[in-house]
T-cell receptor
């Protein structure tokens, strides 16, 4: 399975500022997925990032608030812009696992964001 | 649009007993995959088991098995011989095998295993 390094693992940010989260994968992958997990909730897909094209956002998420970069097949960033306390969540990146018989999706360890 | 439903917010089980976590799904795509993930308090997402829509046999992985009833659109996770370390959130998820093949999650079930 792919191994994902996600940074930072946690941060406390002032409202109105922005935070950029990075995910580095140890192998080339076509698509990377970004999720948000609000406190006590399930994972909600923010967007799908395809290398060489603009990310595709899910309903309720917009590029101005969550700009995504995907400069190559092993790296992506998600920025949470103009933050408010409602953005306090865990943010996770994910890729589809590869390899014979390996059907799962691999997740980064998550970024625990607190906005004050 | 795909939808995953987990109706059990919390489940309790005694150590060494078996427990079933429910999951139903809805999709119009004939080809899809069903997944279960475990999320301990540390927050990491741990892949447990996968079932493809065309798989004839129910998936098994060690103490985990998936009770797949296609006509009922259910994919329940069975954990046999529960251990204290099984206490965690469990998420059912589905992927339609078209488009971006994104994973959509249910609301989760919190499992507590008692001694």
């Amino acid at each position: 399975s792919a191994v994902i390094s996600q940074k930072p693992s946690r941060d406390i940010c002032q409202r109105g500022t922005s935070l950029t989260i990075q995910c580095q994968v140890d192998s080339q992958v076509t698509m990377m997925f970004w999720y948000r997990q609000q406190p006590g909730q399930s994972l909600t897909l923010i967007a799908t990032a395809n290398q060489g094209s603009e990310a595709t956002y899910e309903s309720g998420f917009v590029i101005d608030k969550f700009p995504i970069s995907r400069p190559n097949l092993t790296f992506s960033t998600l920025t949470v812009s103009n933050m408010s306390p409602e953005d306090s969540s865990i943010y996770l990146c994910s890729v589809e696992s590869t390899g014979t018989g390996d059907y799962g999706y691999t997740f980064g360890s998550g970024t625990r964001l607190t906005v004050v | 649009a795909q939808k995953i439903t987990q109706t059990q917010p919390g489940m309790f089980v005694q150590e060494k007993e078996a427990v079933t976590l429910d999951c139903t799904y809805d999709t119009s795509d004939p080809s899809y995959g069903l997944f279960w993930y475990k999320q301990p308090s540390s927050g990491e997402m741990i892949f447990l088991i996968y079932q493809g829509s065309y798989d004839q046999q129910n998936a098994t992985e060690g103490r985990y098995s998936l009770n797949f009833q296609k006509a009922r659109k259910s994919a329940n996770l069975v954990i046999s011989a529960s251990q204290l370390g099984d206490s965690a959130m469990y998420f059912c998820a589905m992927r339609e095998n078209t488009g971006f093949q994104k994973l959509v999650f249910g609301t989760g079930t919190r499992l507590l295993v008692s001694p």
